[in-house]
Every structure is written in C-alpha cells, then in structure tokens.
C-alpha cells in the first residue's frame, strides 16, 4: 500500500508542469504514488507509464478544485500538493512524512525558497492575525535565520502542503473563497476545531518564485478576508478581535486614496460584508464536488523511460 500520494496541479502551464514533475519524479520516495492534476487538455509527449497517474478536473479548474480533484483519486494515507511551479528537494517528503507519527499533527508546512536565491525564503506556511488578516511566515528572511514556531503557524499553503487524509475525510467539504490563502487557512482553522494542529518541518525544503504567490487581485482577496473573518470569528479558539479588524479596515481606508488595490479591496470587503454572494462548496472527502465535471482517471503511466527526454525538454 502506498503511504504518500503526491498530487500535482498542472494549472495549465506546462513548462512550470513539466519542471514540477522532474523534480518530483527525480526525488520521489518510495512506497508513493503521483497523481497529476490537468485542467486543460495534454498531449503527454513523453509516454509517461506506470508511476504517473493523470486525472482530469473541470477545463479552467483552479488549485482548491485540482486539489479535491487529486485527492478523490488517491489513496494513501497522507497526501501531499506540489502545484506547478514549485520544485521538490531531495529528501523533502520524508522528513514531512516522519512529522505524522504525531497523532494529533493533520497538516505539514514545508519550507519554500526563492530558486534564484536559495538562501530566501519566500513562505514557511501561513499566518492569521487577530485582525483577520493572512501573513507569510518567515518571507524575504534568510534560510538559516529560520526557527520553527507551530504557535504562529496556521496551516500549509494549499499549492505546497502536506495532509492526513482521514482528518480530510472528517471534515468533507473546503471553501472556496477565490483565495488560495483563505481557502488554506479556513481548512487549517477546520482542522484546529476538531482537535488536531498544523506543524512547520524545516528539513523540508521546496523552491519557488515570488511571482507564484501573486494572489488572486484585491478584489477577491478582499471578499475572501471578509467571509473568512466573519465565519471564523466566533469560534472561541480562533481569538478574533472585531476591534483589531477594525483597525485594519480603517487603515486600509487611509491607504486608499494613494493605492488603487486597496480601494479593490476594501470593495471587496464591502461586498462580503453585505451578504452578497457566497463560497461554494469544494467536497474533500471521497468524491470531487457536485459541481464539478466527472472526474476522469487514465491508466498508470510509469515516467522511467521517460525521464532523459523529459528532463531534456525542462533543461533546454
């Protein structure tokens, strides 16, 4: 039995795809599987057989619907996202991998540095403030100033996270806010109210480019922060301050006039604040979300034979 599913969201763009794959497939732990993610259409030029499994999502399907995509069809008891993008390290899934003989552990943030400077780190997983607001742990700081602290950390990010599938399970359905952030803290604050903790492993080490945490526009992020706040807020464990939330949103008010996002934002804040709209309904648990198109697995590929002309075709 597989022990690590890896799931891996093509997004579309093959490239960042096919180095993703290389670097996955060329540090892959033994006893896992890999199950690619397309939202689009690809052609598979390089007859990938046996250990590449290919799952078709919804055509245009972001990362929260690639996810639950990847998750229906895996198996293994812990799974692990590694989007397009974003490259593995040797070693890197077994040193998150040994953080689950924790009982109570449900969520692994890796480490992400910058792959033109591996000495900066982008993102060590997430962060939510009193204020309702969603930080990255540990950006733009040098790798070996780096200490793991689990009490600042929120959860994972979704496009690079490690998970137990049976607390998945458990909680069934993710929210799709529009927001990567905000769809990876509201599962890290689902996770927290069931009893169970999310947990930096700075031995495990994943590369990046800043452009890959762009977001999704001040608009979105905007509605996204608002829904998230207001859902989570009454939840004793989340200690949300309405007073601290105010003082952002003022703050955000003053700053307006001389950034045109956060006039976007606040907008969005508006929105949400107002009712309209509400975030759907990602299923997590066994089956893709009813909206969603029939999830379509292909047979096994295996990548053996494919891995000179593949990592040729990334190298060139």
């Known amino acids: 039995m597989q022990r690590l599913s890896i799931i891996v969201p093509s997004m579309g763009d093959w490239k960042r795809f096919e180095d993703t794959l290389v670097s ?3 540090n ?3 006893r896992s599987e890999v199950v690619v993610v397309l939202n689009e259409p690809y052609d598979d030029p390089y ?3 046996s250990e590449v499994r290919f799952v078709d999502a919804p055509q245009g399907a972001d990362l929260t619907d690639c996810f639950a995509c990847g998750l229906a069809a895996s198996s293994a008891p812990v799974v692990h996202t590694i989007a397009a993008g974003f490259e593995a390290t040797p070693g890197w899934a077994d040193r998150a991998f040994a953080r689950f003989a924790e009982a109570d552990v449900a969520a692994v943030a890796p480490v992400v540095v910058d792959r033109n400077a591996p000495d900066q780190i982008l993102s060590a997983g997430l962060r939510w403030t009193s204020a309702g607001s969603i930080k990255r742990i540990a950006a733009g700081i040098p790798l070996q100033r780096f200490v793991a602290n689990d009490r600042l950390l929120c959860g994972p990010e979704l496009a690079v996270a490690f998970y137990r599938r049976d607390v998945l399970a458990a909680i069934e359905a993710l929210r ?3 927001s990567e952030s905000a769809a990876a803290v509201d599962l890290a604050l689902a996770m927290r109210t069931a009893g169970y903790r999310s947990v ?3 031995a495990c080490v994943t590369t990046g480019t800043g452009e890959l945490f762009a977001g999704s526009g001040a608009w979105r992020e905007g509605i996204a922060g608002e829904r998230l706040f207001r859902r989570w807020t009454a939840v004793p464990s989340c200690r949300r301050s309405w007073v601290a939330h105010a003082m952002l949103v003022s703050m955000e008010c003053v700053q ?7 006039f976007n934002r606040l907008a969005g ?5 107002l009712g309209f709209g509400t975030p759907r309904q990602v299923a997590i648990g066994r089956q893709v979300a009813s909206d969603a198109a029939e999830t379509v697995i292909r047979p096994h590929f295996s990548a053996a034979d494919a891995r000179p002309s593949l990592q040729s075709r990334v190298a060139g």
Do not use: F, M, N, T
Not at 256 to 262: E, G, M, N
């Open 176 to 178: 799709h806010y529009g």
């Open 47 to 49: 007859d990938l057989r």
């Open 256 to 262: 307006a006039p001389l950034k045109p996002s956060i």
């Open 269 to 273: 804040r508006l929105w949400a604040a």
């Open 24 to 26: 996955v497939l060329e």
């Open 200 to 202: 930096h492993e700075p």
């Open 28 to 30: 892959q732990p033994e």
